[in-house]
């Protein structure tokens, strides 16, 4: 079972490398990253909370990370997720005239946190750094 979170650790880790690298691309080129992105998204947060349940699942067998703040690099991503939906909603609710923000921009920023989390998640339980 360990080896399954390993594994999709990476997946997880290369996931949120592309939830933010794509729009920022899609940033540079002055447009919007498109239908595509959204199912990114779902994928991405079906890996995140099956990471999470592997996790879980770990921990109840007795499987316990070394380092403590395993469990923030592990869970952190599904809180700001929650945040970046609460936040792509909000952000459509402009002042008269004013411009909302694009609802995928708040995901943007959430893939590359979520990215340093992962990434660190999988480092400690490698035991790197």
């Known amino acids: 079972m360990t080896e399954v979170h390993t594994w999709v650790g990476f997946s997880v880790v290369a996931l949120f490398a592309i939830g933010w690298l794509w729009p920022l691309g899609a940033w540079i080129a002055r447009r ?3 239908e595509l992105y959204w199912r990114w998204l779902s994928v991405a947060q079906v890996a995140a909370g099956l990471q999470a349940l ?3 699942v770990l921990l109840l067998i ?3 990370p070394t380092e403590w703040l395993h469990y923030v690099y592990g869970f952190g991503p599904i809180v700001i997720l929650i945040i970046a939906h609460t936040l792509a909603r909000d952000l459509q609710k402009t002042q008269p005239g004013a411009k909302p923000i694009q609802p995928w921009v708040p995901f943007a920023f ?3 946190i979520c990215f ?3 990434l660190r998640g999988l480092m400690t339980g490698l035991g790197i750094g």
């Open 110 to 112: 959430a893939a590359f």
């Open 54 to 56: 592997i996790g879980i």
């Open 62 to 64: 007795g499987r316990r």
């Open 32 to 34: 919007g990253p498109g």
């Open 116 to 118: 340093g989390l992962t």
